[in-house]
Nanobody, 123 residues
Framework: VQLQASGGGLVQAGGSLRLSCAAS????????MGWFRQAPGKEREFVAA????????YYADSVKGRFTISRDNAKNTVYLQMNSLKPEDTAVYYC?????????????????WGQGTQVTVSS
């Protein structure tokens, strides 16, 4: 499985971005997907996850109410809509796939990782 994240960029505080993660392979619809982020000097942290059919979603407390994860299995793509962005959201954002399919907040449960896309929020 190959994952290609895109959509990052530079945005002012209060603005919005939508990240996309395109996956290769026919098994995408059976995987749960997650977004993680890593700021300079910090560990990679969980942001959001969605189960294989979109029936379950999970969010980090820091993004709840501002970010929305969704997926389109027909397009092999998962999205992260980010609204009301804050400078502390600045990080490299990674998408990841978990073949178990049930969605998980734990980084070590994910089997495949994309290359990351930079999000920078200016104050």
């Amino acid at each position: 499985v190959q994952l290609q994240a895109s959509g990052g960029g530079l945005v002012q505080a209060g603005g919005s971005l939508r990240l996309s993660c395109a996956a290769s392979g026919r098994a995408f619809s059976t995987y749960s997907m997650g977004w993680f982020r890593q700021a300079p000097g910090k560990e990679r942290e969980f942001v959001a996850a969605i189960s294989w059919n979109g029936g379950r979603t999970y969010y980090a407390d820091s993004v709840k109410g501002r970010f929305t994860i969704s997926r389109d299995n027909a397009k092999n793509t998962v999205y992260l809509q980010m609204n009301s962005l804050k400078p502390e959201d600045t990080a490299v954002y990674y998408c990841a796939a978990d073949v178990a399919g049930y969605a998980d907040t734990r980084r070590d449960r994910y089997d495949y990782w994309g290359q990351g896309t930079q999000v920078t929020v200016s104050s």
